[in-house]
């Protein structure tokens, strides 16, 4: 429902730019061969369509999924772990529209699963059981998962990192650039709580560490102004060094509307080609 919904809106908005064709066929182009054009389709649709073969589509997506214990989060009914599943759900079932194949892996302190891309629309089922039996695990470590996955990924292809990427900043961005270096794309989606955020709390506060146990006891508007601050630092460093070395970057509240996700695959899957 939260794919086809977008696609819906997607072809009835202004932005023809990402409009998604899902037959085997894409628009005609200046150098595309005239003898490909399909001119039963074109006697129906008044538009040039190219016959699109399966060499054309099929883009090999590794979806990595964090599903350590910060990821089970709330402070509003949806976790940020139950908003990655329906995130992962939602891409994995758009790319596979789309003749994509679509690999899973789902990491914590280390790899817990993992599901190699396929293209089959039978595949779905598999990524969908997969994601319905996630249980938080226990600690982060996402630096050494992103070098493991770079080695045993043999086939370039696309990988979207999904996580609220709570660990050492700098390994976490050498991790991805070991991807860059094998010559993947990359696509960063960082969930985020808003209150992990904002920190608007009314009233003296106990904090728990989800994933060590430490807690402190304190009045939150005395610190909002400097945690709000350092929260806004930790996100732009990952935005800008994204940036730097070629990565997209894209901060997903757990409030927001999927759409905002799903276009930034669609704009990051249409420069890939």
Not at 145 to 164: N, Q, T, W, Y
Not at 211 to 230: F, L, M, R
Request: a neutral charge.
């Amino acid at each position: 429902m939260v794919v086809e919904g977008f696609i819906v809106g997607l072809h009835k908005s202004p932005y023809h730019g990402f409009s998604v064709e899902f037959s085997e066929h894409r628009s005609y182009g200046a150098g595309d061969e005239i003898r490909h054009i399909d001119w039963k389709l074109y006697g129906k649709t008044d538009r040039f369509f190219i016959k699109q073969f399966e060499e054309e589509t099929n883009l090999l997506t590794h979806l990595l999924v964090d599903q350590s214990q910060s990821m089970d989060y709330s402070s509003h009914g949806m976790s940020k772990l139950e908003y990655a599943k329906v995130m992962s759900a939602s891409l994995a079932y758009l790319m596979l529209k789309q003749q994509d194949a679509v690999g899973l892996t789902l990491f914590d302190s280390e790899i817990r699963d993992y599901l190699p891309p396929r293209s089959k629309s039978n595949h779905l089922n598999a990524l969908f059981s997969r994601l319905n039996k996630i249980q938080p695990g226990p600690e982060t470590a996402i630096a050494p998962m992103l070098h493991k996955s770079a080695e045993g990924i043999k086939k370039r292809g696309l990988i979207v990192l999904i996580s609220d990427l709570f660990d050492d900043p700098e390994n976490v961005i050498s991790g991805l650039k070991h991807f860059r270096y094998k010559g993947h794309e990359v696509l960063v989606i960082h969930v985020l709580d808003p209150q992990e955020l904002d920190l608007k709390f009314n009233e003296r506060t106990r904090f728990k560490d989800m994933e060590t146990g430490e807690e402190i006891i304190t009045e939150p508007w005395h610190i909002q102004k400097d945690y709000q601050k350092s929260m806004d630092g930790f996100c732009n460093y990952y935005k800008s060094i994204c940036r730097k070395n070629k990565i997209d970057y894209v901060l997903a509240k757990t409030d927001m509307p999927l759409d905002m996700v799903l276009t930034e695959y669609l704009i990051k899957r249409k420069r890939i080609g």
